[in-house]
Each structure stands twice: as structure tokens, then as C-alpha cells.
């Protein structure tokens, strides 16, 4: 099993960027599908994006595409979220989770590790 620690929520204006990290240890990144999810309150938790260990392929929720992307950095065993032009309706607990199916996955029940989360808050 894959251990998750996210970092780099925070407070950021409408219009602007942040960039969230997921350092992963206990197994390299490069073999598990790594996906990003958030949880904004009263909300059940939604997929954002995905990274695929089988091709690198990347995924996105409608919502996030052209603004978010996804990557990894194989060799500091990390995965990111770069999200541009964020919206209040952003606001939320950001997970990074990890997979062992090689292909793309949205479903929860798929990732079987899980960060503590991050929170990202934009203010309008």
C-alpha cells in the first residue's frame, strides 16, 4: 500500500492559481493510477482529476477541464494539481488517492489509499 501527504491548499482569490502536491511513499507513484478528489461541505466527494500508471493518460471532471491539470514527477515519487482560474465553487478538501488498476478510474471505490486532505478556499 501507497502512504499520501498532500500539501499546498490555502486562501486564494477568484482568477487565481494554486498548485497542490501529493508526496507518496511505501510505493512508487509510477505503478498505481493516481487520481485528485475533492469534498466541499454538505457534498459528497467528487472526482477532479486522474493520471494513469498503464500510459500516463490524463483525466478530468468536466468542471476542472481547461483549468486543472494533473502530472507527476516519477522520480520525487509526487503528484500534482496545477489549478488555474479557480472559482469560489472550487472551494473544498482536496484528496489525492491512489489506485493499483493500471486505466483510468472516476469511481471512489476504486482508490484504496487516501491522503488527509488539503483545503482550498477562493474567495470571490
Known sequence: QVQLVESGGGLVQAGGS???SCAAS????VTYTMG???QAPGKDREFVAGIAWSDGRQYYADSVK???TI????AKNTVYLQMNSLKADDTA???CAATARP???IERADF???GQGTQVTVSS
Open 18 to 20: 494554486l498548485r497542490l
Open 36 to 38: 485528485w478528489f475533492r
Open 112 to 114: 484504496g489509499s487516501w
Open 71 to 74: 502530472s507527476r514527477d516519477n
Open 66 to 68: 481547461g483549468r486543472f
Open 93 to 95: 478538501v482536496y484528496y
Open 26 to 29: 511505501g510505493r512508487t507513484v
Open 103 to 105: 486505466i483510468p478510474t
